[in-house]
C-alpha cells in the first residue's frame, strides 16, 4: 500500500459511511417466484385465462384498465378506483351514457402515449367482430363483462363516452375488467397475436421480459409506472405454473419459489414448522350450490331453507383444517352491502320440522357437482360432507359426479336442460355488485343468456334490480343493493356453505405483502430478501 | 425380409388412420365443451355462439375431421386454441423434453429389468431369485405418483440434495445435458420414471427364461456336454423376441411420458402436455399429441417386429 493510498484510507471509509447513511439500508428489492394453481401459463395479449388468477398475476400486473381495485388494505372489501380513467360519470341528460375521463401522460411500455384513440381500438378488439383487429380470444374473455355497452364514441384526445342498452349504474365495475392492450404494439406485429403474446405492451406496474411455453413468464419493474406509489419494489416476477398441490409445496419447501398459492390444508403444519408464513384473508368466493326453481324440491322455499338449517359449517370448517369462513349469505360480511340478513345457522331439528310441513320426508334431491375445478377448493370431501349432514336431516342427497367441464357446460346450459338435477355446484365470484347478487336472481340473467342457472325469477326482485342498475347516487344504491342482498337469504336463494380464505403461503424472505379482499393482489409492494 | 418389411408398413397405413379417426372423435365424446379454455364460466349461449364460429367449431364434425386430416396430412396439426402456437411446435417441444427423460430412463430400465430378470430366470427358487421377483413386485406396486412425491421429499426438501421441479432455472429453453446444473434436474423424473418399466421387464424376462429354461433343447444342449455359460447364452437369445415385445411397448410408455410423472415434477414434456391439453380441453393440441403419440407407438411395434423377425426367422416364416 503506498502512502498516499494510506492517507486517503480514512477519507474512504468516511464517504462511505455517509452514503450508507445518506441512502439508508438497501432496498430488498430481489426476486419473487410464484408458484400458481394454474395448469398452464395465462396468455398475455389482454384478458387471460385461467380465471382470475390469470387476471391476479398476468393480467393487472401487464396492463391496467380504466377504473382499477383499490388492493391496499386488508380488513375492507377491495372496491373499484380510478386507473387509467381519472374520473367518470353519467351524463346528465342521457342515463346511458358514460363518460370517462382519461389519464393524461401515461405511456405504454412501447413508449406509445395512451390516448382515447386506443379504448377505442380496444373496444374493436374485444367486440366488434368486424374490426380488423377482432380477436376472439379476447372476446370470450371480456363479453361476460360487456352485457349492456352497445358503443363508444371519442369526446376528445382525454375524454370517451360509452353507450349501454338500459341504464347501467354498475358499468363502470364492468369496465374494470377490461384490460388495455397497445394498439402501437399490435400494429407493429400486424396482429398477429401469437407474435404479439412474445412481445406484450400494457401500461402496468410490470413488462414482459421473457417467457418459455408452458414452463415460465418472467416481468420486469416498470420503474416508469404512472402510480408512482406502485412502482414494484421486487426487481423481478416469475410466474410458474403448478397445478399439483404437493409439488407446489415441495417447491416452496426447497427454496425453487418463494409464493405458493393454495396450499393443501393437510400441508399447512409442515409448512409452518419449515417456517412459511401462511397468510388468508376473507374475499368475495362462494362456494354454494344453485338451486332449480323450475322444477323439483327447490322450488319449494321451506325446502331450501331447510337444506340452510341442516348444514353444519362448523364441521366444514374442521374438514378444511381451519381455510373456511362459514358462509350465510352471497357474500362475507365485510361486502359493503351485507346488512343484515337471516342467518341461517346449524338447526337439524328445524330443518326436519320445515321438510314435514313441506311433505317432503325423506327428500330426494340430486347435486351435480364436480371432482376438481377451478374455486372449487375440496369438491369430493366437501360435497359429501354436504351430503351426509344433509341427510342426517331428512334429505335423501345423490351426488351426480362429473369432470370440471361437463359441470361448466350443465351450468353455463342453464336448467332447462337440466330439469333433474336440483342443484349445481359451482363455485362463483362475488367481487362486484353484478356478480354477487344480481346475477344469481335477475330473470334477465337466465341461463344460457346469464348465469341464474336454476331460473330464478320474482316481479320484486326484478324491480329492485331494475332500481339498482339506474340508481347513479351510491348511497343509494347501496341501500338498494343491500336490500336485495337481505332479500335472497330471505328467499334462500343459494345453498350457502364456506367462503374460502384464498391461503397461499409465502417464504419468510417475502416481506410487505398485504392480502386485500380481492380475487386480485397487488404483488408491487412486495420484496424478497436476498 | 424386403417383402416382409414393406407388408409391416402397409398395415401400419390403416392402424394409422383408425387411430387418427378415433383420437379426433374420443375428443368430442366427452362431455364439456372445446372452447373452455378461452370461455369463463358465465360465457352466454350467444358468445359461445360468435366464438365457436370465429374458431371454426361451428362446422358439421365429419367436414371438421376432414379438414383437419387434410391439414395433418401436410403436416399441419392446427393451432392451439389456449396459446395460439402452433401444435406441431408444442408438440416437438413437449416430446423432445420427454425424450431427454427417456433417453436416461429407457436404458436404465431396460439393462437393470433385463439383468435382474435374466439371473431370476437363471436360478429359479434361490434367495437372489426371490429378491429380485419381490424387488420387481415392489417397483410394479408402487404407484409413480407417490413415488416421485416421497423422493422429493427425501431428496429435495430433507437432504436438499437435489431439485423438485421443473427444468431448471431457465426451462427447457437453455438446457445443457452437460451441465450438471442442468442435468440434476433429471434424476428425481427419471429414477421414478423407470420404476415400473424395470418391475415389469424382470419379472417378464425371468418366466421367458425360465420358460425357455425348460424346454428340449436346452436338455439337448447339455446333453452335448456345452458349459452352463454356453446353455444360458442359448437360453437368453431364445428368450429374447418375448422380452423384446414387451420392451417396445415400455419404449412406447417411456417415450410417450407418463402424465402422473411430469405432473408431481412439472417437467414439461408430452404427459404434462396431455393432462393440460385434457383439463382445458384444448382439442387441436389434443388431437395432435394423441395422434403423434400413437404413430410412436405403431412405429416402435413396427420396429420392434422387425427386430424379432431378425432375431427369430420363425417369426417371418408366420
Excluded at chain 1, 341461517?344 to 347435486?367: I, Q, R
Excluded at chain 1, 344460457?448 to 325469477?457: A, D, E, I, L, Q
Excluded at chain 2, 364439456?32 to 366464438?51: F, H, N, S, W
Excluded at chain 2, 425357455?212 to 437369445?237: C, M, P, Y
Aim: hydrophobic share 45%; net charge neutral.
Amino acid at each position: 500500500m503506498t502512502r498516499r493510498s494510506r492517507n486517503s484510507l480514512p477519507a474512504l471509509l468516511i464517504a462511505a459511511a455517509a452514503t450508507a447513511i445518506l441512502v439508508g439500508p438497501a432496498e430488498a428489492g430481489g426476486t419473487l417466484t410464484i408458484g400458481m394453481t394454474a395448469g398452464d401459463l395465462p396468455p398475455t395479449t389482454g384478458n387471460p385465462d385461467q380465471g382470475f388468477e390469470g387476471y391476479r398475476f398476468v393480467g393487472y400486473n401487464l396492463y391496467d384498465s380504466l377504473a382499477l381495485w383499490d388492493l391496499s388494505e386488508s380488513e375492507k372489501a377491495a372496491d373499484i378506483k380510478p386507473g387509467l380513467a381519472t374520473s367518470w360519470h353519467i351524463d346528465e341528460g342521457d342515463a346511458k351514457r358514460w363518460i370517462f375521463e382519461l389519464r393524461r401522460g401515461v405511456k405504454w411500455h412501447d413508449g406509445c402515449d395512451f390516448t382515447a384513440d386506443d379504448v377505442l381500438w380496444n373496444m374493436r378488439y374485444s367486440a366488434d367482430e368486424k374490426a380488423p383487429e377482432f380477436n376472439p380470444a379476447q372476446f370470450a374473455q371480456a363479453r361476460p363483462y360487456l352485457g349492456t355497452y352497445v358503443g363508444i364514441e371519442k369526446v376528445d384526445d382525454h375524454t370517451v363516452a360509452f353507450q349501454t342498452k338500459v341504464p347501467d349504474a354498475l358499468f363502470p365495475y364492468e369496465i374494470s375488467y377490461l384490460l388495455m392492450i397497445s394498439p402501437c404494439r399490435a400494429k407493429e406485429v400486424k396482429y398477429d397475436w401469437t407474435q404479439y403474446a412474445l412481445r406484450p405492451s400494457g401500461t402496468g406496474p410490470y413488462k414482459f421480459d421473457k417467457t418459455v411455453a408452458h414452463q415460465r413468464l418472467e416481468f420486469v419493474a416498470n420503474a416508469d409506472y404512472w402510480d408512482k406509489t406502485r412502482v414494484p419494489k421486487q426487481d423481478r416476477l416469475v410466474l410458474i405454473p403448478m397445478p399439483e398441490a404437493s409439488t407446489r409445496t415441495a417447491a416452496l419447501l426447497a427454496g425453487e419459489v418463494n409464493w405458493i398459492e393454495a396450499p393443501s390444508p393437510d400441508a399447512l403444519d409442515r409448512l409452518k414448522s419449515a417456517g412459511m408464513r401462511i397468510v388468508t384473508n376473507i374475499y368475495p368466493h362462494n362456494w354454494s350450490y344453485q338451486l332449480n326453481f323450475v322444477q323439483g324440491a327447490f322450488a319449494d322455499k321451506r325446502i331450501r331453507q331447510a337444506a340452510n338449517y341442516a348444514l353444519n359449517r362448523v364441521e366444514m370448517k374442521e374438514l378444511l383444517n381451519g381455510l373456511m369462513l362459514e358462509e350465510y349469505a352471497t357474500v362475507p360480511p365485510t361486502a359493503a352491502y351485507y346488512g343484515s340478513p337471516v342467518l341461517y345457522k346449524y338447526d337439524p331439528d328445524k330443518a326436519k320440522a320445515l321438510l314435514k310441513e313441506a311433505g317432503c320426508l325423506p327428500c330426494k334431491v340430486k347435486f351435480a357437482i364436480s371432482t376438481s375445478g377451478s374455486g372449487q377448493m375440496q369438491p369430493l370431501p366437501m360435497n359429501e360432507l354436504v351430503k351426509s349432514q344433509l341427510d342426517a336431516a331428512g334429505f335423501d342427497v345423490s351426488l351426480d359426479t362429473m369432470d370440471w367441464n361437463a359441470l361448466l357446460k350443465v351450468g353455463r346450459e342453464g336448467v332447462a336442460d337440466h330439469l333433474d338435477i336440483n342443484a349445481i355446484n359451482i363455485s362463483r365470484q362475488t367481487q362486484d355488485p353484478f356478480n354477487a347478487l344480481i346475477r344469481h336472481v335477475w330473470t334477465g340473467a337466465w341461463a344460457p343468456k346469464g348465469s341464474n342457472w336454476g331460473h330464478y325469477s320474482s316481479p320484486d326482485v326484478d324491480k329492485l334490480v331494475e332500481g339498482i342498475l339506474s340508481e347513479f347516487d351510491g348511497d343509494k344504491r347501496l341501500a338498494l343493493l343491500t336490500k336485495l342482498n337481505e332479500l335472497m337469504n330471505e328467499e334462500a336463494v343459494l345453498l350457502f356453505v364456506a367462503h374460502d380464505l384464498n391461503p397461499r403461503a409465502l417464504s419468510p424472505k417475502v416481506q410487505g405483502f398485504i392480502q386485500a379482499q380481492s380475487w386480485f393482489q397487488d404483488l408491487t409492494r412486495v420484496s424478497v430478501a436476498q | 425380409m424386403t417383402f416382409y418389411i414393406a407388408r409391416r408398413m402397409l398395415y401400419a397405413i390403416p392402424i394409422a388412420f383408425g387411430v387418427s379417426l378415433v383420437c379426433f372423435s374420443l375428443v368430442y365424446l366427452a362431455p364439456g365443451d372445446p372452447l373452455q379454455t378461452v370461455m369463463p364460466p358465465d360465457a352466454t349461449a350467444e358468445t359461445i355462439a360468435i366464438v365457436k364460429h370465429a374458431y371454426g367449431f361451428d362446422k358439421p364434425i365429419p367436414i371438421q375431421y376432414l379438414m383437419w386430416l387434410g391439414h395433418v396430412l401436410t403436416g399441419d396439426l392446427g393451432m392451439s386454441i389456449s396459446t395460439r402456437r402452433p401444435v406441431i411446435r408444442e408438440v416437438i417441444d413437449a416430446l423432445s423434453n420427454t425424450a431427454l427423460l427417456a433417453t436416461f430412463a429407457v436404458p436404465l430400465a431396460f439393462s437393470l429389468g433385463y439383468t435382474m430378470g435374466a439371473i431370476a430366470g437363471c436360478l429359479p427358487g434361490r434367495w437372489l431369485d426371490r429378491l429380485v421377483t419381490g424387488t420387481a413386485v415392489i417397483g410394479v406396486s408402487l404407484p409413480n405418483y407417490w413415488l416421485g412425491i416421497v423422493l422429493v421429499v427425501v431428496f429435495a426438501v430433507e437432504l436438499a440434495a437435489l431439485p423438485a421441479t421443473g427444468m431448471g432455472p431457465t426451462g427447457s429453453a437453455n438446457f445443457h445435458i452437460l451441465d450438471w446444473s442442468c442435468a440434476k434436474y433429471l434424476v428425481l423424473p427419471v429414477m421414478t420414471l423407470a420404476m415400473i418399466p424395470i418391475g415389469i421387464l424382470s419379472r417378464t424376462t425371468r418366466a421367458a427364461v425360465a420358460e425357455v429354461r425348460n424346454q428340449d433343447f436346452v436338455l439337448t444342449l447339455r446333453a452335448k456336454g456345452l458349459s452352463e455359460w454356453a446353455v444360458i447364452r442359448h437360453v437368453l437369445k431364445n428368450s429374447l423376441p418375448q422380452v423384446m415385445a414387451v420392451m417396445g411397448l415400455q419404449f412406447g410408455y417411456l417415450l410417450g411420458g407418463s402424465i402422473l410423472v411430469e405432473t408431481v415434477f412439472t417437467w414439461p414434456g408430452s404427459g404434462f402436455l396431455l393432462s393440460k391439453a385434457i383439463i382445458n380441453r384444448d382439442v387441436p393440441v389434443l388431437q395432435g399429441t394423441i395422434l403423434s403419440l400413437s404413430l410412436i407407438f405403431v412405429a416402435t411395434n413396427l420396429i420392434v417386429d422387425l427386430l424379432q423377425s431378425m432375431v427369430d426367422p420363425r417369426i417371418r416364416r408366420t
